[in-house]
């Protein structure tokens, strides 16, 4: 667990105007992942169960994540889960449009065979949306969280239902901004077997919060906006779940 310290509030001024993280950037700061199905061990040894968020970068767990969403980045990934080590990625497109292999091969995404189901085996590359966050009940830390396979039509729905269009303006509708509305993260176990992600509208924010928002997005869009998607710390696995 981090430490926080309780400092005197004089202490903590002085030390807030030396700005000791001034020579590292935005993209420079590690951002946690919340991740479920996750393949992990919690601090004394335990399995964590797939149905909770595990923070990447504290340990923490938690079953719901009450947040403001920010922005939503659109990628693929073709990837094999091999046992004992995890998942290994073949091939990566920033885009959706276009892959690279790991031996520099450039793929069109649209005509790749490897989305496409062969015969009873699924496929090996996957649409991936990846959402920068804010965790309201951490202070407003931002994080990273991904809705693949499974949890790709919830997200969908979600959007839809609540972003696509919804902005009024004198010259006509537009795509709403996803951190105009606080959002609540739970997951669900359909089947017993992996956790699907579950979106839920917590309303619209306030002027005051919108703006600020606004702020932190503009500070924090180049991380998911940038040249390589983001992925989670190597050492943490992902269970399999259903194409």
Known sequence: RALAPVLPDDLARDLARL??????????????????????????????????????????????????????????????????????????????????TEEGEVLDCESCPHKEWQGRAKPQCSLIYTFLGLDREQGGNPFLIRAKHTSLLPAKKYLARHFEGRLKTPEGAADLPLFVCKTKLTLTMPTGNYAVLAFENGGVCTEAEIREHLRVFTLFRSIIKGPKAPEPPAGVAEAAEPA
């Not at 590292?24 to 992990?40: C, E, I, M, W, Y």
């Not at 399995?47 to 990628?75: M, P, Q």
């Not at 889960?81 to 892959?99: I, K």
């Open 19 to 100: 700005n000791a993280l001034s020579e590292l950037g935005r993209a420079d700061r590690t951002l946690p992942f919340k991740v479920f199905n996750a393949k992990v061990k919690d601090a004394v040894g335990n399995w964590i169960a797939r149905d909770v968020f595990y923070d990447t970068l504290s340990g923490e767990t938690t079953r719901h994540i009450d947040c403001v969403l920010l922005h939503v980045r659109k990628n693929r990934r073709r990837s094999v889960y091999v046992e004992g080590v995890g998942t290994h990625v073949l091939c990566r497109s920033m885009d959706a449009a276009e892959g690279v």
